[in-house]
Nanobody, 122 residues
Framework: QVQLVESGGGLVQAGGSLRLSCAAS????????MGWFRRAPGKEREFVAR????????YYADSVKGRFTISRDNAKTTVYLQRNSLKPEDTAVYYC???????????????WGQGTQVTVSS
C-alpha cells in the first residue's frame, strides 16, 4: 500500500520560512518523480514544484521560483519543500505526489498525500 505523508505545515508570519516533508512508503521511491501542489481557499489545485527521480532536475511554478526549493533524499524516501520569504498568498493546503512521468500536470501523478495546511499571516 502506497502512502505519502506530509508534515511540517502550520502558521507562519509573512517573510518567514517553513520546510515541508513528505515521507513515502510502499513504492520504489527512486523510480518516481515527485511533485508538490497546493490548493488555496476557493481556488483550483495548482502545481508548485517537481523533482526528477535522481533529484538532478527541478522545476518551479513562476509564483514560487526563487523562494521555494524542492529536494529529495532517496535513502530516506522523503521529498522536501523549503519555502522562504513566505507571503499570505502562499496560504494553502500543500500536497505531495508521485509520478512515473516528469510533469507539472496533476493528472500525471498516481499517488497523493493527504495534504498539510500552511497559513501565512500578514
Amino acid at each position: 500500500q502506497v502512502q505519502l505523508v506530509e508534515s511540517g505545515g502550520g502558521l507562519v508570519q509573512a517573510g518567514g520560512s517553513l520546510r515541508l516533508s513528505c515521507a513515502a512508503s510502499g513504492l520504489t521511491f527512486s523510480s518516481y518523480s515527485m511533485g508538490w501542489f497546493r490548493r488555496a481557499p476557493g481556488k483550483e489545485r495548482e502545481f508548485v514544484a517537481r523533482i526528477s527521480r535522481s533529484g538532478g532536475t527541478t522545476y518551479y511554478a513562476d509564483s514560487v521560483k526563487g523562494r521555494f526549493t524542492i529536494s529529495r533524499d532517496n535513502a530516506k524516501t522523503t521529498v522536501y519543500l523549503q519555502r522562504n520569504s513566505l507571503k499570505p498568498e502562499d496560504t494553502a493546503v500543500y500536497y505531495c505526489a508521485a509520478s512515473l512521468s516528469i510533469s507539472t500536470s496533476a493528472s500525471m501523478y498516481s499517488y497523493w498525500g493527504q495534504g498539510t495546511q500552511v497559513t501565512v499571516s500578514s
